[in-house]
């Protein structure tokens, strides 16, 4: 009992673990809660500059920036002229990836495929290299929105290995959807990171816009459901008379919110994660360990083999 | 019948905090300094003279009062407290000899083409003044009256920017009395002073409560006009008022330019206002 109970507390010291468990246990993080210039990526990328070193200053190892941080957001027929490419002789990822060497970014741009498509994207940067590109695969195209319109869809969900485990990238309405984030968490990600820019709208809560309300709540959802961190930049500022919300956040996998960053202001904002948290959390709750994917896999062929209206296979 | 007047509640700290932040962010960027307003001493006007004196400093706006030889000595008394609880620049630019002198070669103009002259006659004033003084015109224009197409095109609708344009009625009232317009001028009854007598209520031939009410489920809850007699609204009033919102769309759209080349302006060269910066 007593060896038990030491192992517990001395864990790392006394015994051997799988070389995963030798990461790290606190990930200092800044969420870049930033309004931008629109269509004016150099004046935006100084910006970028200015907050990284800002957030080093305040002991951060990772910065967040929200959907589109390089260019803003309503772009319309600008989306063609302020794309980039994430490689490291694009004059703006080379400042970035300068920049990686004191602090992991990331980052979001228009990003312009060799076959001239071009995709909202986000873009971790860590250490000189490019660790990882989503490109948005839900353009929301309805109501105010018009993505659709300038912008390809992404084709990929996928994890990626940082120093901190393994983490996954969205962008906005790919947050809107449960499936990203689920076949993120499949893919081994325990922490979520999700950039956006969201219109503010709906008055009819008390105290915040309905926008922010349903989008935290969503957040926490995924926080707990997943037994996972999520963190959320999102944009502040106005394109016209669309103004942008901030409220930016983090969820620990309790679905406890650590940190949220001012409603409309710009804002940075320093949390520290403890990862020794998902320990915890998944030794009292352990739905990842109990999650069926096998059943989810077979059920999903069944209801695409079946095919045809009410379901959503075509 | 339903009661929807509590869906139309709002947050007033949450939605003047937006409205400050939008005039004095969005007017920063134009290059301007300041806003130029028109106020008639109705609450819509106050409201927006209120919001662009606690967005950029009362110095930086001028509330241009313009009346008309008919308009209701109260309507300028009104207009002239606001002026003096704010704390902005005033002035008073009188219309009438430029109305009069077309009136002069049109007498035989009707009520209508009267009330669009002045409204006209207002919007060249401030623009001239915003001219003048290097300032963007604010507009004072509420969701329900765009909505219903109950302004003059080129007129009062005319502005640089619109910080009240997506409130109903309803609403102006309850974000006035919390930013401090005085209750008598929020609590009487609208006009737009075009002629004596005169009354939104009495044109429209409905309140604006009960307008509100039907707008917000047809336009922010999108009702079918159909649903909308079922919760309880005349079937000949919600008729009546679907066919003004249609019919008014032309009041709410640039006007259409023909389409001949590969890109054209309205349809495919699409860029915001606020464009670069």
């Known amino acids: 009992m007593a060896v038990a109970f030491a192992f517990n507390f001395a864990r790392g010291i006394a015994q051997p673990h799988p070389p995963w468990y030798h990461g790290r246990v606190r990930l200092p993080l800044a969420l870049a809660q930033m309004s931008t210039l629109l269509g004016n990526v150099a004046g935006n990328l100084e910006k970028h500059i200015q907050l990284a070193r800002e957030a080093r200053r305040q002991g951060a190892e990772l910065i967040l920036f929200p959907e589109l941080s390089l260019t803003g957001y309503v772009l319309q027929d600008l989306a063609s002229t302020v794309a980039c490419r994430p490689v490291e002789d694009d004059p703006v990822f080379s400042v970035l990836l300068r920049e990686s060497m004191s602090i992991d970014l990331v980052v979001g741009f228009v990003e312009e495929d060799r076959r001239n498509r071009f995709f909202i994207a986000g873009a971790y940067l860590s250490r000189g290299q490019v660790v990882h590109v989503h490109r948005k695969v839900y353009l929301p195209t309805y109501g105010l929105f018009d993505e659709g319109r300038f912008f390809a869809s992404g084709d990929q969900v996928r994890a990626f290995d940082t120093r901190w ?25 325990d922490i979520l990171l999700f950039m956006s820019s969201s ?22 959802s995924y926080a707990s459901l997943f037994t996972s961190f999520v963190a959320h930049t999102n944009k502040v500022g106005f394109e016209d008379g669309l103004n942008f919300w ?18 409309h202001e710009e804002s940075l904002t320093r949390v520290d994660l403890d990862l020794n948290q998902l320990h915890r959390t998944r030794a009292r709750l352990p739905l990842l360990r109990d999650e069926r994917t096998e059943l989810v896999l077979r059920e999903l062929q069944r209801v695409r083999a079946q095919g045809g209206p009410p379901n959503n296979f075509g | 019948m339903h009661d929807f007047l509590s869906s139309l509640q709002i947050d007033t700290g949450l939605v003047r905090k937006i409205l400050v932040s939008f005039l004095c962010q969005e007017i920063e960027r134009t290059g301007l300094d300041g806003a130029v307003v028109g106020v008639s001493g109705g609450v819509d006007s106050s409201l927006s ?18 009346p008309y030889r008919t308009s209701s000595p109260d309507s300028l008394r009104d207009a002239e407290e606001i002026v003096r609880l704010s704390g902005v620049r005033g ?28 409204a006209r006659a207002r919007m060249i004033v401030l623009y001239d003044q915003s001219a003048a003084q290097g300032k963007i015109v604010v507009g004072t224009g509420n969701k329900t009256e765009i909505l219903l197409g109950y302004t003059t095109l080129y007129g009062d609708s005319a502005c640089g920017l619109n910080p009240i344009g997506d409130l109903y009625k309803n609403q102006v009232r309850q974000l006035a009395r919390a930013v401090g317009v005085p209750d008598h001028i929020v609590a009487k009854a609208p006009t737009a002073d075009l002629w004596q007598g005169q009354t939104d209520e009495g044109e429209l031939g409905f309140t604006y409560d009960q307008v509100d009410q039907l707008l917000y489920l047809l336009v922010d809850e999108r009702y079918s006009p159909a649903e909308c007699v079922e ?8 008729g009546k008022v679907v066919e003004r919102v249609r019919q008014s769309q032309f009041k709410r759209v640039p006007a259409p330019i023909a389409k001949l080349s590969n890109r054209t302006i309205g349809y495919d060269f699409l860029y915001l206002r606020d464009w670069g910066t």
């Not at chain 1, 485990?165 to 968490?185: K, N, Q, T």
């Not at chain 1, 901030?246 to 409603?263: E, K």
Request: charged share 20%; proline share 7%; glycine share 10%.
């Open chain 1, 165 to 189: 485990g393994r983490m996954g990238l969205l962008i906005c309405e790919d947050f809107w959807h449960a499936s990203p984030p689920y076949l993120l968490w499949l893919d081994g990600a």
């Open chain 1, 199 to 220: 219109p503010g709208r709906g008055l009819y809560q008390e105290g915040v816009l309905e926008s922010a309300w349903w989008v935290e709540q969503v957040n926490q």
């Open chain 1, 246 to 263: 901030g409220g930016s956040t983090v969820f620990d996998p309790n679905g406890r919110r650590v940190a949220r960053a001012p409603f």
């Open chain 2, 49 to 66: 003279c209120f919001l662009c004196a606690q967005a950029l400093g009362p110095q930086k706006v001028l509330a241009v009062l313009m």
């Open chain 2, 91 to 118: 002035l008073t630019v009188e219309i009438t000899p430029m109305v009069e002198a077309l009136l002069a070669k049109f007498p035989e103009a009707d009520q209508r083409r009267r009330g669009n002259i002045m």
């Open chain 2, 231 to 238: 919760a309880g609204f005349d079937r000949a009033f919600v």
